[in-house]
């Protein structure tokens, strides 16, 4: 228990130095907070860390991997989707269910 104690605490003073080193190099504070950020965020939710790292090298997200999204205050665009849902949900019944109701 002790010697984890003081590793922390060597990991502690090694940090304290490296960001003042940072620092004294290059005085913006900006990227260095950024970084901090991305490490402690890689800690804390590493899952998030991969999709956000995923999302920004990807070109192109592929055809199937999200739908389109619909304008919420765009009505003609509702409607013609709600259509468009009821349309092929009659063509699953025809074609799948058959004319008994089963």
Not at 50 to 79: F, M, N, S
Request: charged share 25%; net charge negative; with cysteine.
């Amino acid at each position: 228990m002790i010697a984890l104690a003081v590793f922390a605490a060597a990991e502690l003073v090694l940090i304290g130095v490296l960001v003042r080193e940072r620092y004294r190099v290059h005085p913006d504070l900006g990227p260095l907070l950024e970084t901090i950020a991305s490490l402690c965020q890689r800690v804390q939710a590493p899952g998030a860390a991969v999709l956000e790292h995923d999302e920004r090298t990807r070109e192109q997200p592929p055809e199937g991997y999200a739908p389109t999204a619909i304008e919420p205050d765009d009505d003609k665009a509702y409607w013609l989707s709600r259509e468009a849902l009821a349309e092929g949900a009659m063509t699953y019944e025809t074609e799948h269910v058959g004319h008994d109701g089963s």
